[in-house]
């Protein structure tokens, strides 16, 4: 299965900045995609990065918030826009999806907005 | 879309004892399901998967099993270790989809 590294690990930042979060897949993939998991919480889905168009987003996300790239088919980045407390999360990218494949994950980002 | 859940929000298990966790599904169309273990400050891994052609799977020291009459599946572990402490969760897939949903997950604490 795909290995995928995710940087940062973390990160502290101030509300009203940006912050853009990388995630390199060893070996090309269909389908990557980007999670937030609350503290103690289940994962819950912002969007799906497709490689050569625009990203598809979830209920209750949106692109001008979560702006994400996907230039090929091994490498994504989810941006988190002009920051506030509430964003404080983990965030993690997968990939996977296709016929017969199972889906792996990045190692998360903590993000902490003060 | 597929919607799951897991009944049961923390597990406490003797060392050397067989865990069981279970997880619950809405949409009968589903056709694949994954059972992750996600340790503190690390991302979900992977640890069984499942079609729903089948009923049972078996993996070292795990077994998942499926039973789609009822819409559930759960996953066994044999001989709990302390490094099988962590929270697991359920993720399902519907059918003609690609996006997982994931359960609420189980915090499973081992006892020596």
């Known amino acids: 299965s795909a290995v995928i590294s995710q940087k940062p690990s973390r990160d502290i930042c101030q509300r009203g900045t940006s912050l853009t979060i990388q995630c390199q897949v060893d070996s090309q993939v269909t389908m990557m995609f980007w999670y937030r998991q609350q503290p103690g919480q289940s994962l819950t889905l912002i969007a799906t990065?497709?490689?050569?168009?625009?990203?598809?987003?979830e209920s209750g996300f949106v692109i001008d918030k979560f702006p994400i790239s996907r230039p090929n088919l091994t490498f994504s980045t989810l941006t988190v826009s002009n920051m506030s407390p509430e964003d404080s999360s983990i965030y993690l990218c997968s990939a996977g999806g296709g016929q017969g494949v199972g889906y792996t994950f990045g190692s998360g980002t903590r993000l902490t907005v003060v | 879309g597929e919607s799951v859940g897991l009944h049961l929000p923390t597990l406490s298990v003797q060392e050397g004892d067989n865990s069981i966790i279970n997880c619950a599904y809405s949409n009968s169309a589903s056709d694949y399901f994954i059972w992750y273990k996600q340790e503190s400050g690390k991302g979900p891994q992977f640890i069984i998967d499942?079609?729903?052609?089948?009923d049972k799977r078996q993996g070292q020291r795990v077994t998942v099993l499926l039973n789609k009459t009822v819409k559930h599946l759960s996953l066994q572990i044999a001989a709990t270790q302390p490094g099988d402490s962590a929270v697991y969760f359920c993720?399902?897939?519907?059918?003609?989809?690609?996006?997982?949903?994931f359960g609420a997950g189980t915090t499973v604490t081992v006892r020596a």
């Open positions: 499942i079609r729903s052609n089948m």
């Open positions: 993720a399902g897939r519907g059918s003609n989809d690609y996006k997982l949903s």
């Open positions: 990065a497709n490689q050569g168009s625009e990203a598809t987003y």
